[in-house]
């Protein structure tokens, strides 16, 4: 098999899509780059397993782009799309709620991966804080599978999310705990999930050993 589908993971993707990005991973200036960046966004929009490579192919092709063409469309194409997803999000999650959390884990994998002088793109800062927000939001908690995103997503990107703006962390955590403390119809496993995000901030974005051992020896039951 192709050692770069291989190390990137395209497998997922269709043949065309396959051969796009390989085809820009090898040279960015001889392919299409609007229709690379969509190629990328639309994989990751039905394929939650598929975010964490399109950070690493993200930050690749923008990497490549810089070296051998000394541009930017790339960039300039994705963040163009994740706007227009952005803006439409609502509709998404209406929608599909599965693709709604593919967008926010998309989202905050791109927020994870692209860097400007080593620091968090500023123009992410917002749009990510504001998809978390609508993760407790009283619809959403109940949902098991908005509540494992908003989970996730804190622990990769919270300590990050805080260093960029503490203070709307600080009212993400205030609406977290009050979901928390007070949304009814939540289930067992979104109040675990909901209970170890705050001991993991509490902790300093970390978790004691045993905590960690506690935690997922009851996600384990």
Same mark, same amino acid.
């Given at each position: 098999?192709?050692?770069?589908?291989?190390?990137?993971?395209?497998?997922?993707?269709?043949?065309?899509?396959?051969?796009?990005?390989?085809?820009?991973?090898?040279?960015?200036?001889?392919?299409?780059?609007?229709?690379?960046?969509?190629?990328?966004?639309?994989?990751?929009?039905?394929?939650?397993?598929?975010?964490?490579?399109?950070? $690493?192919?993200?930050?690749?092709?923008?990497?490549?782009?810089?070296?051998?063409?000394?541009?930017?469309?790339?960039?300039?194409?994705?963040?163009?799309?994740?706007?227009?997803?952005?803006?439409?999000?609502?509709?998404? $999650?209406? $929608?599909?709620?599965?693709?709604?959390?593919?967008?926010?884990?998309?989202?905050?994998?791109?927020?994870?991966?692209?860097?400007?002088?080593?620091?968090?793109?500023?123009?992410?800062?917002?749009?990510?804080?504001?998809?978390?927000?609508?993760?407790?939001?009283?619809?959403?908690?109940?949902?098991?599978?908005?509540?494992?995103?908003?989970?996730?997503?804190?622990?990769?990107?919270?300590?990050?999310?805080?260093?960029?703006?503490?203070?709307?962390?600080?009212?993400?955590?205030?609406?977290? $705990?009050?979901?928390?403390?007070?949304?009814?119809?939540?289930?067992?496993?979104?109040?675990?999930?909901?209970?170890?995000?705050?001991?993991?901030?509490?902790?300093?974005?970390?978790?004691?050993?045993?905590?960690?051992?506690?935690?997922?020896?009851?996600?384990?039951?």
């Amino acid at each position: 098999m192709d050692s770069v589908c291989v190390e990137y993971k395209l497998q997922t993707l269709d043949a065309a899509a396959q051969n796009l990005l390989k085809a820009a991973l090898k040279d960015p200036r001889a392919v299409d780059l609007e229709k690379v960046s969509n190629a990328v966004v639309d994989q990751s929009l039905k394929d939650s397993s598929f975010c964490k490579e399109a950070g $690493r192919i993200t930050y690749a092709l923008i990497e490549e782009e810089a070296k051998y063409a000394n541009t930017t469309v790339f960039r300039r194409n994705l963040l163009t799309r994740l706007q227009q997803e952005f803006t439409a999000r609502e509709d998404t $999650r209406k $929608r599909s709620v599965s693709q709604w959390v593919c967008f926010v884990n998309f989202i905050c994998t791109i927020f994870d991966y692209l860097k400007v002088n080593n620091q968090p793109m500023a123009a992410l800062v917002h749009p990510v804080y504001d998809c978390l927000f609508r993760l407790v939001k009283p619809d959403a908690l109940t949902s098991e599978e908005e509540v494992d995103c908003l989970a996730m997503q804190l622990h990769r990107i919270g300590e990050q999310l805080e260093r960029a703006e503490a203070g709307r962390m600080d009212e993400l955590f205030f609406s977290l $705990r009050d979901g928390f403390l007070l949304q009814e119809g939540l289930s067992s496993m979104a109040r675990l999930l909901l209970l170890e995000v705050l001991e993991f901030r509490a902790g300093g974005w970390a978790l004691s050993d045993t905590a960690q051992r506690y935690y997922y020896s009851e996600v384990a039951n």
